[in-house]
């Protein structure tokens, strides 16, 4: 017979609890707005943003940003397909890697971020920041921050799947 896992005590079961719901409760509305303003899924805001806000360039490549914003590289794929419909994005193929595709923010793409921002900002402030003091604030990444890179430690599970292939191949 094996031993049974140990169990959450109330204070783990209720940190994790106010988590997923503050979390869900967020997402919900920050995914609400994005449709509203701008037609956008919140994938597919990842994506823009991180293309036109945080790329020097405005390009990326697909599977550093399926990693990036955790999901499948198939899903990931899909999404991009939707943005480049829109013209919010172009591909195109990765100068160092024949296999490899780039994903590029064009003007309409940074023009619907310019314009879903501020909205989106609002949503993040009313809602996650406005209860809070600013050192609960600064508490608040103080413990999340460990934890995502404790997370992040583990590669994404496309990342994983391209090293075990690059490492079988040498």
């Not at 940190?15 to 997402?27: H, N, Q």
């Not at 597919?44 to 914003?69: E, H, I, K, N």
């Amino acid at each position: 017979m094996t031993d049974a896992p140990p169990l959450l005590d109330s204070v783990e079961l209720g940190a994790y609890f106010a988590l997923i719901e503050v979390a869900g409760l967020l997402r919900h509305q920050v995914e609400q707005q994005l449709n509203d303003v701008g037609g956008l899924s919140y994938v597919q805001f990842q994506l823009l943003a991180r293309l036109a806000l945080d790329s020097p360039t405005g390009s990326g490549r697909m599977t550093d940003l399926a990693d990036g914003v955790v999901y499948s590289r198939s899903g990931l794929t899909y999404q991009a397909g939707l943005l480049e419909k829109a013209k919010l994005v172009t591909r195109g193929q990765a100068a160092d890697d024949d296999r490899g595709v780039t994903l590029t923010v064009t003007g309409a793409g940074r023009a619907l971020i310019a314009k879903v921002l501020p909205g989106h900002v609002e949503v993040i402030k009313d809602l996650l920041l406005q209860p809070l003091t600013r050192k609960q604030i600064e508490s608040l990444f103080a413990v999340l921050e460990p934890v995502r890179q404790h997370m992040r430690a583990a590669p994404p599970r496309s990342a994983e799947r391209r090293r075990r292939r690059s490492n079988s191949a040498t």
